[in-house]
């Protein structure tokens, strides 16, 4: 983009439940805002957006009739899921609750290109990550709070409502927690990567058992801006299959199985490191620090597709294996569960329906946060939708993979914040959680 | 409102999910992968 143009990419918030009421500008002008942890910016659409339908269809900031405007006029492009946000910033003061946050910058949008803000019941986005991911270093307004010592304590929590028939959706506590909606204590952890509220992550355990990939760690970021969980394709895949859930079936997964899966199990077996199984067998190379697919094979893209396909999956398939040796299964049987899992990847960024009637009899799922475990409970980790005056029920696991190193990594939606109240504390730059009450 | 704990409490509402939302998110969340990967060596998720 042009020199003073900003452009990061963020989330889509189409399938965000959670908003509230902010006002900017005196008198107030209001906005209904989404509080998202996995952005960092505030964002309004303006009085001078004139060729967005949803700029129609949403409040407008309309600076002449603020007598605390502040002239910025900076432009800057925020990219998106399927379009992009365009438009200028500006000051003014920011009314959160009964606080006052004056001179704070903020972006007037004047192009909203995406559907995603039509049928959003949302104004804009008011963004509670760290500064690292604001565009145009716009301080997030945590930190304009902090600046001006609005606030008792550094830290802000969420406590979000997983009951469907209660008509309080949450609350949002700047300043501290509210004891009434958690009970015990909070395990923090500290923040590993300022941008998102990353963290380290450990294992996913199904009913008790380690899922293997993320047993030595995975990065986490809690984004209060999505919906579900999201995470590694080896282990969405395990969820899937211990839930009934349906899956894609991939040939190449079931290919390397059937091919490969014995030499895996031998190698395993004699020790080789499972970092480069996959290597030996030939179907990936190894950098140094982890399996990559053959290079040698790009300058042919549909081989060099193939080759991608066959060393994920052989990746997958001896996380897989790797797991089932350590239970002492027979070679037959893990075999056959490895080939089963083959049918139930699940599809990128989609949602996978289980059946209703089956919630009772699936099991526990628990993350390991700073060696505890964090549980869900099917009720909590299956989201139910109205369809057509039908109920269907759906996974609270996509698939969402992030080639290291930044990743492997977790997104921890509403459906894990649901189950857990979480402190931001970012004045000693850590994340807690404690059961939700 | 700020309360005698000195608590700033904002209260979120809620709105139930869809089919259609859900459909429409993952439709947009394709559109931005293409968009990612199209912005080659860009460090951002």
Known sequence: ?437 | IRSSDGLLRIDLNKKKLDKETLTAAKLARQEGSHLLSSAGSRQYL
């Not at chain 1, 994920?312 to 294996?321: G, L």
């Open chain 1, 1 to 437: 983009g042009g020199s003073n143009d900003d452009i990061v990419p963020l989330d889509n918030y189409l399938d965000t439940q959670y908003y509230g009421e902010i006002s900017i500008g005196t008198p107030p002008q209001n906005f209904t805002v989404i509080f998202d942890t996995g952005s960092s910016n505030l964002w309004v659409p303006s009085s001078k957006c004139y060729f967005s339908i949803a700029c129609y269809l949403h409040h407008r900031y309309k600076s002449a009739k603020s007598k605390t405007y502040k002239k910025n006029g900076e432009t800057c492009t925020i990219s998106y899921g399927s379009g992009q946000i365009a438009g200028f910033f500006s000051e003014d003061n920011v009314l959160v609750g009964d606080l006052v946050v004056r001179n704070q910058k903020f972006i007037e949008t004047t192009r909203e290109t995406s559907p995603t803000f039509i049928i959003g019941k949302f104004d804009g986005i008011l963004g509670l990550g760290f500064p690292e991911i604001s565009v145009g270093d716009a301080p997030p307004i945590w930190q304009s709070m902090k600046e001006q010592k609005l606030l008792e304590n550094d830290v802000f929590s969420f406590w979000l409502n997983r009951d469907p028939d209660a008509s309080a959706g949450g609350e949002l506590v700047f300043g501290g927690v509210d004891p009434k909606h958690y009970k015990g204590s909070h395990t923090y952890v500290p923040v590993t990567r300022k941008g998102y509220w990353q963290f380290n992550m450990g294992d996913l355990l199904i009913g008790g058992q380690s899922t293997g990939f993320c047993a030595g760690g995975c990065a986490a970021i809690v984004d209060s801006g999505t919906s579900l969980l999201a995470g590694p394709t080896a282990i969405v895949a395990q969820v899937n299959h211990a839930i009934g859930a349906e899956g894609i079936i991939s040939t190449e997964c079931k290919e390397v199985v059937r091919e490969y899966g014995e030499m895996i199990l031998q190698l395993l077996i004699a020790q080789t490191s499972p970092q480069k199984v996959c290597t030996q067998i030939g179907l990936c190379v190894f950098d140094g620090t982890h399996s990559v697919s053959n290079p040698i094979e790009s300058v042919v893209e549909k081989q060099n597709r193939g080759s991608d396909l066959f060393c994920t999956a052989c990746e997958m398939a001896v996380v897989w294996i790797q797991n089932q040796l350590r239970e002492n299964k027979t070679k037959e049987l893990i075999l056959d569960y490895a080939n089963q899992l083959c049918e139930r990847l699940p599809s990128p960024n989609g949602e996978s329906t289980v059946d209703c009637h089956q919630i009772s009899k699936m099991p526990n799922l628990a993350f390991t946060i700073a060696n505890k475990t964090f549980t869900l409970t099917p009720e909590q980790y299956i989201v139910k939708l109205e369809q057509a005056g039908q109920t269907m029920c759906i996974s609270g696991f996509m698939a969402f993979d992030i080639p290291p190193p930044r990743g492997p990594l977790w997104i921890l939606g509403d459906v894990f914040m649901g189950a857990y109240h979480t402190v931001f504390d970012f004045g000693k730059n850590r994340i807690g959680f404690a059961k939700s009450a």
